[in-house]
């Protein structure tokens, strides 16, 4: 069994539990460090911030979890319709 590259590219899924803002991140390993275009930052694991209304409460997920539920949301809009309530007096 082959252990993994440890400067291989990593890619996370981030959520945003206060706006519900999603994105994605690839970083570079070297070592102990996270690089994301060469510059150092924080473990992805550690400290996230949302970048679309700077909250911390941000839920870090493997990126395929991220796109399912993204299918899932769209799916459900387009089936999802409302119709006017009739109110009765």
Do not use: I
Request: hydrophobic letters at 25%; aromatic letters at 6%.
């Amino acid at each position: 069994m082959t252990e993994p590259d440890p400067q291989a590219p990593e890619t996370y899924a981030f959520t945003c539990g206060d706006c519900g803002n999603s994105w994605e991140q690839t970083y570079e390993r070297q070592g102990q460090r996270y690089l994301v275009n060469g510059t150092p930052v924080h473990s992805p694991l550690a400290n996230a911030q949302c970048p679309g209304c700077e909250g911390r409460t941000v839920h870090v997920m493997p990126p395929e979890l991220l796109q399912r539920v993204k299918a899932a949301e769209s799916a459900k809009a387009e089936r999802h319709q409302h119709f006017p309530r009739l109110h009765r007096h």
